[in-house]
DNA sequence: TTCCGACAGTGGGGTCGCAAT
DNA sequence: ATTGCGACCCCACTATCGGAA
């Protein structure tokens, strides 16, 4: 298949908000592949390259290359140049892959450079990843779509369930079962702003700790145990305290769901930082695991002894879960009857805060385990803290927000008059705050070369944040957590915006 | 008809590791 | 040695579609 085929298909994609249109676009596609161009057009159309990421960024795809007059490559081309760029490592690396991209870019046409541009920038922007494409591969092999993601999500990648699928029909989806040593799509939670909101949600519930760590899946084989991230990246060899772990435990086959955290001397929990720095070691993992050792704390059991428990009710997950795991390393929970009980769950979630973490999840009961999803039957609970902080510049934003300030720069007030930058944020806004935003502070621009556009301080905005961490790249030592805008506050004037010195009594864990 | 779940998009900060300077 | 870049951890929120209520 000519690559300018899909390049016209993803095109026509971003072109209609209709997601019924999008999925039959790609149904015709995925229709007419032939089975050695499956397993790659199935990931591009989905927005994704299978090799995963290739080393290349903005930096290399930013240089201009003369595109080509008639489309010529085909879609096995591309991936076998594309392939060979994820191999391309050592010295002189960087401009070899440069090089093979120049060439790739410049046997495209302008349609297709665009659409291989997207692709390994991971920004394709046609309204459709992998949802939406799992939609289209149920429409063209007329499988059930509910079959067609349960496969994916226990394959934990949509190529393979599109090979067998397209080689062998609806038939083939059976082979796809939950099986130890291969990782499935982790469930996710919501988000609830109180825990009165989410009990009255769920009605009987557990409530459990929310760790401040990295998510782990852990698979049990006999001897042989593995370890998978959030994202099912293979990180066995970074932790080797977990490994030792599993095989204490008294099963011999069993996949459980948990989180990595580490404590320091007096047992309080260690930053999100120290442990993310932990897990990313992959060099020098001994002295990494003298410095922050790493324990797991599990909530979930997927499977045990060859059962698959994913639609079995959370309750009795959970008692498969405490036969397997002794006390200390199950995530601390109470289980709360309905609204009527909300009293004990708001005082666990005091605790959990005292304790040091980050808040609590509320856990339906008799939920299956939804691979993939962001169930509605988890529902997280943090506390949000808010500041008054002056807008200090603003970015030119992308995609729907071309033409939009979008990214704003925000300032605390310093001891001598000033402001000290304490990070950026996007999030929050309404399309119409956007509006009004990109107005107002065009009004208060003082520098508009480039792509920031730098105001006078005099704009306050409420923004909403998790907390506070340390920062080498803000000049106070410290940034925001997951910032957020909640409203302009035009009743107040920049000299009411809050200080850096109060930020930092509010939160005396985090010195800069 | 209205409501709500699921999705995609828009990027944030930090850390590690590798290659280039 | 230091710097720049990319990969991957964590993440919040809004707009929109389309099925459920």
Not at 107 to 134: C, H, M, N, P, Y
Not at 181 to 201: I, N
Not at 237 to 261: H, K, M, N, Q, Y
Not at 382 to 393: F, G, I, Q, S
Request: overall charge negative; aromatic content about 4%.
């Amino acid at each position: 298949m000519l690559l300018t085929r899909l390049a016209r298909v993803s095109q026509e994609v971003a072109a209609t908000s209709a997601r019924s249109r999008k999925i039959a676009l790609l149904a015709e596609l995925f229709r007419d592949a032939e089975p050695a161009d499956v397993p790659i057009v199935i990931p591009y159309l989905a927005g994704r390259l299978p090799q995963g990421r290739l080393g290349v960024g903005w930096k290399v795809l930013s240089r201009p290359v003369a595109p080509a007059a008639e489309p010529t490559l085909t879609v096995r081309e591309v991936d076998a140049l594309l392939g060979a760029l994820g191999k391309v490592s050592g010295a002189g690396s960087q401009a070899e892959r440069a090089r093979l991209v120049g060439e790739l870019m410049a046997a495209a046409t302008e349609d297709e450079q665009r659409f291989l541009l997207g692709l390994i920038s991971g920004e394709v922007r046609q309204g459709a990843l992998d949802a939406v494409a799992i939609e289209g591969l149920a429409q063209a092999t007329e499988a059930p779509s509910a079959d067609v993601r349960r496969a994916v999500m226990l394959a934990g990648s949509l190529q393979t369930v599109a090979e067998a699928l397209l080689a062998d029909g609806p038939p083939a989806l059976d082979r796809f079962r939950l099986t130890v040593g291969r990782p499935v799509l982790p469930m996710l939670a919501h988000s609830a702003s109180s825990v009165a909101e989410a009990v009255d949600k769920l009605g009987a519930c557990a409530v459990e700790e929310k760790l401040d760590g990295i998510r782990v899946q852990i698979h049990r084989d006999g001897e042989v145990v593995r370890l998978y991230t959030r994202t099912l990246d293979d990180i066995t060899d970074r932790l080797p305290e977990l490994t030792s772990a599993a095989l204490e435990l008294r099963g011999e086959r069993f996949i459980l769901d948990g989180e990595v955290i580490a404590f320091d001397e007096d047992g309080r929990p260690r930053s999100f930082q120290e442990i993310a720095g932990r897990v990313g070691s992959r060099v020098d993992v001994t002295t990494a695991a003298e410095t922050v050792p790493v324990s797991p704390v599990f909530f979930d059991a997927l499977s045990v002894d060859g059962r698959d428990l994913l639609d079995l009710p959370f309750g009795e997950r959970h008692a498969e879960l405490a036969r397997l795991v002794p006390e200390p390393m199950r995530v601390r929970r109470t289980v709360v009857a309905g609204p009527e009980d909300v009293s004990a769950a708001e005082e666990f979630l005091a605790e959990t805060l005292k304790r040091g973490h980050e808040g609590v999840v509320a856990k339906s009961l008799d939920a299956p385990y939804s691979a993939g999803r962001r169930g509605a039957s988890w529902l997280k609970v943090k506390p949000v803290h808010t500041l008054d902080l002056v807008v200090l510049a603003a970015e030119w934003g992308h995609g729907r927000r071309t033409g939009k300030l979008s990214n704003l720069h925000l300032g605390a007030r310093t001891a001598d008059g000033g402001f000290a930058m304490l990070g950026k944020t996007f999030k929050g806004m309404t399309d119409a705050m956007l509006t009004w935003q990109t107005e107002r502070l065009q009004e208060l621009a003082v520098d508009t070369a480039g792509h920031v556009v730098t105001v006078r301080p005099e704009l306050v905005v409420e923004i909403a944040y998790d907390g506070l961490q340390k920062s080498t790249r803000y000049p106070a030592g410290v940034t925001l957590r997951f910032a957020r805008v909640v409203r302009y506050r035009e009743d107040k004037r920049p000299q009411d915006a809050d200080t850096v010195e109060t930020l930092l009594a509010a939160h005396p864990e985090v010195r800069p």
